[in-house]
C-alpha cells in the first residue's frame, strides 16, 4: 500500500485513539494502516493502553473514534452502564477499576475522571494516601497479568459477524428475533454429537469434552443479562425472562434455550477475560483451551447453519422505551 494512500486514511498510525470491544470504548494506539480488503474502507491494526501486545488486534474502521473529550465522556458513560450490569460488584474507585481490567483494556478515560475527581478534593496531607493508592493498583496490575490466561482464535469470516451484530444493534437498532430457530443449547448439543465419537468412552478426554460443553452452558445462562447484551437489547431480555417464567412455554426455560449463535460469540471473544478472572491451575487453563479452539473451529466451519440471516427492527414504541433505560 503506498504511503500517500495510507495519508488518506481517517486515522494515522501512532494516533492516540478510543476503539470499540463489543460495546465498550478503550483507549489504544493504532500501531499500522492497511486497505480493508473488497471495501473503500480501512482497517487498523490496534494495541489497547495497558495490556500486552498478545491483545493487538485488527479492526475494522468503524470501530475506531477519535481521542476527544466527547467521545471520552461516551466511554466513560459506557463503562458506567457496564458497571450496573455486573451484580455483585462492590462500589468504589479500587473495585470498579478491577472489574474495567477483567473486561479486556485499561479504560483510562474512566480512570482518568475518577483522578481528578479525587485531585480536586484532595489536600497535600492526602498526597501520601494517594502514592500508597497507585501502588496498590499497580500491585494488583501485576496480580491480573500473572494469572493464567489464553486467546481463542476467531475466524475472520466470525469476527466480521460480530462486527455486523454490533452495527445492527447500536446502530441499526435492531435485534435478532428471538426465541431463535437454533438456539445455543442446540448447537452445544450439534457439538457434543459431532465430537463424541472422536472420544475414546470412559476416557479423560470424553470427560473434559462434556465439562466443557456443560461450562459453556452454565457460562452463557449467567452472563448473558449481564455482559452479554447491548443497551438496546435490555428491553428484549425482559420479555423474553417474562416467558421463561412462564408455564406456557416449556420450551424456553433459560437463555440458552433462547439466544442463539450471535450472543454465544459474544461470549467467545469475552471468555478470555472471565477465565482470567478464575483460580485455575495453568494446566487446567491449557486443557481448556484446547477444547475451545476445537469448538470454536467447529462453530466457525457450521457458522451458516446457525445465525440469523435477518434481523428485526421492533416498533417505536420499544425504540423510545430503549432511550429511557
Known amino acids: 500500500m503506498a504511503p500517500s494512500k495510507a495519508s488518506q486514511a481517517p486515522f494515522v498510525k501512532d494516533e492516540r485513539v478510543l476503539c470499540f470491544h463489543m460495546e465498550m470504548l478503550y483507549e489504544a494506539k493504532i500501531l499500522d494502516v492497511q486497505a480493508a480488503d473488497n471495501s473503500d474502507g480501512w482497517q487498523y491494526k490496534i494495541h489497547y493502553k495497558g495490556w500486552k501486545a498478545s491483545w493487538d488486534d485488527w479492526v475494522p474502521q468503524d470501530r475506531v473514534r477519535k481521542f476527544t473529550d466527547e467521545n471520552k465522556e461516551l466511554a466513560s458513560q459506557l463503562m458506567a452502564q457496564y458497571k450496573n450490569l455486573q451484580s455483585g460488584k462492590s462500589k468504589g474507585p479500587k473495585k470498579s477499576t478491577t472489574a474495567t481490567r477483567a473486561n479486556g483494556s485499561d479504560m483510562s478515560s474512566a480512570r ?57 444493534v447500536t446502530k441499526n437498532q435492531q435485534l435478532v428475533p428471538l426465541p431463535h430457530a437454533h438456539p445455543v443449547n442446540e448447537i452445544l448439543d450439534d457439538y457434543l454429537a459431532y465430537e463424541r465419537p472422536h472420544r475414546e468412552e470412559g476416557s479423560s478426554a470424553l470427560d473434559i469434552l462434556e465439562e466443557t460443553v456443560s461450562g459453556l452452558r452454565e457460562y452463557f445462562d449467567r452472563c448473558l443479562g449481564r455482559i452479554l447484551l447491548y443497551r438496546f437489547e435490555r428491553g428484549q431480555y425482559h420479555e423474553m425472562h417474562q416467558l421463561w417464567n412462564s408455564a406456557s412455554d416449556s420450551h424456553h426455560n433459560c437463555a440458552s434455550d433462547t439466544y442463539g449463535a450471535e450472543h454465544l460469540t459474544r461470549l467467545l471473544v469475552s471468555l478470555p477475560e472471565l477465565i482470567a478472572q478464575t483460580n485455575m491451575d495453568q494446566q487446567s487453563v491449557n486443557r481448556l483451551r484446547d477444547e475451545l479452539e476445537k469448538f470454536t473451529s467447529w462453530f466457525s466451519r457450521y457458522h451458516t447453519q446457525y445465525f440469523v440471516n435477518e434481523y428485526e427492527t421492533p416498533g417505536a414504541d420499544y425504540a423510545e422505551a430503549a432511550k429511557s433505560t
Not at 475518577?114 to 501502588?135: K, M, P, Y
Not at 469470516?157 to 452495527?167: R, T
Open 112 to 168: 482518568g475522571s475518577e483522578e481528578r475527581t479525587q485531585q480536586g478534593t484532595t489536600t497535600a496531607s492526602g498526597r501520601g494516601n494517594q502514592r500508597r493508592a497507585r501502588d496498590y493498583d499497580l500491585e494488583q496490575e501485576d496480580n491480573f497479568h500473572n494469572r493464567p490466561s489464553i486467546k481463542i482464535p476467531l475466524q475472520d469470516h466470525m469476527k466480521a459477524l460480530l462486527v455486523d451484530d454490533w452495527e445492527n
